[in-house]
């Protein structure tokens, strides 16, 4: 059963760390692409970013550029999504999200299987 679980939220100040981890199951990372994408109440779900693992090509949201970063280890068939810098308008859960093949946008309907999130708080 092809399984995505994430990993790694929690409480953190403003300027702070955090890496996030989607575990595969199921299924090899390397023809899949994966996406994090995020949603804080009352909003929509949205992109944040993006690896094709065929190619290794990623992505990033205007917003996170700079200070978050993808990468995958394939050894532990894992995803990371290091990020830096957080401000509070980072706040929301976060999804890790799987499709096989590659993908070029940060379309929801891209995706055909995603995680339950984990929760990241930027506050003071």
């Known amino acids: 059963q092809l399984q995505v679980v994430e990993s790694g939220g929690g409480l953190v100040q403003p300027g702070g760390s955090l890496r996030l981890s989607c575990a595969a199951s199921?299924?090899?990372?390397?023809?899949?692409?994966i996406g994090w994408f995020r949603q804080a109440p009352g909003k929509e779900r949205e992109g944040v970013s993006t690896?094709?693992?065929?190619?290794?090509?990623?992505n990033y949201a205007d917003s996170v550029k700079g200070r978050f970063t993808i990468s995958t280890d394939r050894a532990k068939n894992t995803v990371y999504l290091q990020m830096n810098s957080l401000k509070p308008e980072d706040t929301g859960v976060y999804f890790c999200?799987?499709?096989?093949?590659?993908?070029?946008?940060?379309?929801?309907?891209?995706?055909?299987?995603w995680g339950r999130g984990t929760q990241v708080t930027v506050s003071s």
């Open positions: 690896i094709n693992n065929y190619g290794g090509s990623t």
């Open positions: 999200a799987a499709t096989e093949g590659s993908v070029f946008d940060f379309r929801v309907a891209n995706f055909d299987y």
């Open positions: 199921g299924f090899t990372l390397d023809y899949y692409a």
